[in-house]
């Protein structure tokens, strides 16, 4: 990858993740956000199937 200026390029992460940064959350936090929101997802849909 050439870089021009400026910081490198990249995707910035998850789309949730980028919109907490631009609203000035530290990296971590929002990473960390993202992570527990995923889990929260994943816990809540596994739970759902089991009482089908």
Do not use: D, E, H
Request: proline share 10%.
């Amino acid at each position: 990858m050439i870089q021009t200026r400026g910081r490198p390029k990249g995707n910035g992460g998850p789309p949730l993740a980028r919109f907490l940064r631009r609203c000035g959350w530290p990296p971590a936090l929002a990473a960390s956000v993202v992570t527990v929101t995923f889990l929260l997802v994943a816990a809540g849909t596994r739970y759902g199937r089991m009482n089908l």
